[in-house]
């Protein structure tokens, strides 16, 4: 039995953070009982590249975990050069964590389903535990190399995951949002605001959204 809770990281290019973020990761705090990292990706190397810098979406995170402490940033991705790979993420924290402690890498079903373009993508099971979170508009289909991968991994109860270090593949059922950075992204750069799809913190400073309005 492993007695430490697990530690989950909830990797993004948070670009920028918007209020399904940091629901569904409340969530899976709640329903794992661990301690959940936003890591905001430096360069990330599946996607375009962001709007705004590493910097300035870590601050954006920074303000939109402001008072409450179950959530936390871990900038280790954007201390790193070159792409942020999430193997490289996991085997760092596991040296500093040691072989016991149960890890999750959280990931919305969107991201999942594309696990298999990513970088050394088999060695993640051996590192960690995946947590899929549901996300509206995405209904689960795999990849029929990912379906083959998570078939014997797959599990249904928390036990599973806070009992081994890694290994397991857990569906996390959170609340619908459908909410996305591109949406919120593309309502500020038309001038709007972007209210309550964000947290109230993210506009009680100008220049947090400015590279999205175009002035950064
Ligand atoms: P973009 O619209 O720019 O692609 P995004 O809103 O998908 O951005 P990311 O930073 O790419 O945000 O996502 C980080 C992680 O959060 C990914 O694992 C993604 O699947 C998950 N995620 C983002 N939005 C939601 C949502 N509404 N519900 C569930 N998971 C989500």
């Not at 629901?23 to 329903?31: L, S, Y």
């Not at 996607?47 to 910097?55: L, S």
């Not at 871990?74 to 596991?94: F, H, I, K, N």
């Amino acid at each position: 039995m492993n007695a430490a809770r697990p530690l989950a990281l909830f990797g993004g290019t948070f670009d920028p953070i918007h209020n399904a973020h940091l629901r569904v990761a409340w969530e899976a705090a709640e329903f794992l009982d661990a301690e959940v990292r936003l890591v905001p990706a430096n360069v990330p190397p599946h996607r375009d590249q962001p709007v705004a810098g590493a910097t300035q979406r870590a601050g954006l995170v920074r303000a939109a975990l402001a008072g409450q402490d179950r959530l936390t940033l871990d900038m280790r991705e954007l201390r790193r050069e070159g792409p942020s790979y999430t193997v490289d993420t996991l085997l760092e924290l596991r040296a500093e964590l040691g072989e016991e402690r149960s890890l999750v890498l959280l990931v919305g079903a969107d991201a999942f389903a594309g696990l298999p373009q990513w970088h050394r993508w088999k060695e993640l099971f051996e590192l960690a535990h995946i947590g899929v979170l549901t996300r509206p508009g995405h209904n689960g289909t795999l990849p029929t190399e990912l379906r083959t991968k998570i078939a014997s991994r797959r599990c249904t109860e928390t036990r599973f995951v806070r009992e081994a270090p890694a290994g397991r593949v857990i569906a996390i059922p959170v609340t619908p949002l459908d909410i996305s950075a591109t949406q919120v992204r593309a309502l500020l750069a038309d001038g709007r605001e972007p209210r309550y799809l964000m947290p109230d913190a993210l506009f009680a400073d100008p220049a947090l959204l400015a590279p999205y309005r175009g002035e950064g």
